[in-house]
């Protein structure tokens, strides 16, 4: 690493080398003041016109906003600079030039399109508040795994090239793979059941899943990142208690560890950590309490799906996150096991925010001949899932597990508009590159 001091480690009475980026220069006559910035903060540069050497003065003053720059000097205290110190510059170098006409404006004055800062991340980075949120974003998937580790499960990867989708053919990205027909991984769902069934038990992953989904909206991306669970001699419920105590973490750390980056987005005093249990509603219910609020056009029968008003209705009505639960079969994938008593109604949950679904999961259904039928009944060929049915041939445990949404999680958790937010480079119908 080249030798400087980060700008918040820069002390009175040091001689320091600083290197960043010009945020700004502010030339008051006889006194001129370049502020540059780096990954820890801002530091003030003072020129006294008189008193210092013109090439240094001039080099200082006419450097373009946004180039990089190293400046060595000695620090003092300075009750009017904006960190309380200010360097007085014996060296100042242009290390790389900025070109003044700049896309959008990382000093935030002038707001700017998502998408004129989406393809301009680097130069969208330099903002505070959006640098903010990929800390967090960092800090949640910390805590995220730190607390899986806590459940004692072990970490795992697994392929996100396949032969078979698992969650609805129509969102299937198809790329050819030595000449066969292959597609991007939708979920590692298959997999993470096949670890769970072996001696490792307790799984979890952190990565890309990859969804053809045609539509345009703030909550759905093409390539998000899931953070999947799946655990042998679990029930949903268990599955529940687990999905609860990530999110829980999730809250929890950026509450402990993330005040710098909460006050950059002006979210300190309205920070919440959810608190006691979520609550757990049978999908029974559920249409019940979302037909009583009277907010949709038409009442909701056993078996409809919930449509985006209707999860807004009962989002109003417990006014916190809760979990859904006991969908029915016919409407949740052939992994998910019915109930022994009613195979109309499966194991499958929803965990919701007010806004959104965060999580699905369920139990899994674990008995083979069960399986192979549940591949039929929604016009799936067993066979070619055979690397998967035939690994329940020999014992396979009962096991539950689910899905969470990263970028809806960073999303709730930081209230931001539109999930592209969360992501650096994200995916969706118009955006192939960066
Ligand atoms: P699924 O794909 O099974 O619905 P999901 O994990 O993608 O599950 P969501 O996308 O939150 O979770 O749930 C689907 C919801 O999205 C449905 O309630 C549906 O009404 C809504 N939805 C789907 N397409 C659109 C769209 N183009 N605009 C607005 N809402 C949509
Ligand atoms: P599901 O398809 O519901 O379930 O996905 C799980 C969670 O992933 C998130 N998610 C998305 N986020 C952004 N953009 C998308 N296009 C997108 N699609 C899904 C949501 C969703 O709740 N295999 C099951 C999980 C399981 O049962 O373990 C599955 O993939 O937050």
């Known amino acids: 690493m080249q030798d400087r001091t980060y700008t918040e480690d820069a002390e009175p009475g040091d001689d320091v080398t600083v290197a960043g980026w010009v945020h700004e220069v502010r030339d008051l006559g006889g006194i001129a003041f370049l502020i540059l910035r780096d990954a ?36 003092e205290e300075e009750p009017r600079a ?11 170098e242009v290390v790389s030039e900025a070109d003044p006409e700049l896309p959008l404006d990382p000093s935030g004055k002038v707001d700017a399109e998502l998408s004129t800062r989406l393809d301009n991340r680097t130069l969208d980075l330099r903002k505070g508040e959006v640098q903010a949120i990929f800390e967090i974003r960092a800090e949640i998937l910390r805590a995220v795994r730190k607390e899986f580790r806590a459940f004692r499960a072990t970490e ?23 000449g066969e027909e292959a597609f991007m991984n939708q979920s590692p769902q298959l997999f993470k059941q096949l670890i769970a069934g072996s001696n490792v038990e307790r799984v979890f992953e952190i990565g890309p899943i990859f969804r053809a989904e045609e539509h345009n909206t703030p909550r759905h991306l093409n390539e998000a990142t899931s953070i999947d669970f799946e655990g042998a001699f679990c029930d949903a419920h268990d599955a529940m208690d687990v999905a609860e105590g990530i999110v829980k973490a999730a809250y929890e750390a950026v509450n402990e560890n993330c005040s710098e980056e909460l006050e950059a987005l002006g979210l300190e005093d309205e920070f919440e950590v959810p608190e006691g249990d979520f609550p757990r509603i049978s999908y029974e219910e559920a249409i019940e309490r979302i037909n009583a609020t009277g907010e949709l056009d038409e009442q909701l029968v056993w078996g409809d799906d919930l449509p985006t008003e209707a999860e807004k209705a009962l989002g109003d009505d417990v006014g916190g996150h809760y979990f859904i639960t006991d969908w029915p079969s016919e409407i949740k994938p052939f992994y998910i096991k019915d109930h022994d008593d009613d195979e109309q109604l499966s194991t499958g949950f929803d965990l919701m925010h007010p806004r959104m679904e965060l999580v699905s999961g369920g139990q899994r259904e674990h008995r083979n001949e069960h399986l192979i039928e549940g591949f039929e009944q929604q016009g799936l060929d067993p066979e070619q899932f055979e690397y998967y049915t035939k690994m329940f041939k020999y014992g396979m445990p009962p096991h539950a597990g689910f899905g969470l949404g990263g970028e809806r999680l960073i999303m709730t958790i930081l209230g931001l508009d539109n999930i592209r937010e969360a992501v650096l480079f994200p995916r969706d119908r118009q955006r192939l590159s960066p």
């Open 40 to 75: 820890t903060g801002k530091i003030q540069v003072k020129f006294e016109k008189d008193e210092m050497d013109d090439d240094l003065v001039e080099t200082g003053l006419d450097v373009a906003r946004e180039s990089v720059i190293r400046v060595s000097g000695s620090v």
């Open 156 to 178: 795992i990867t697994t392929p996100k090239i396949v032969a078979t989708g698992t969650e609805g053919g129509t969102e299937l990205f198809p790329i050819t793979y030595f």
């Open 82 to 92: 904006p960190t309380g110190v200010e360097v007085t510059p014996e060296e100042l």
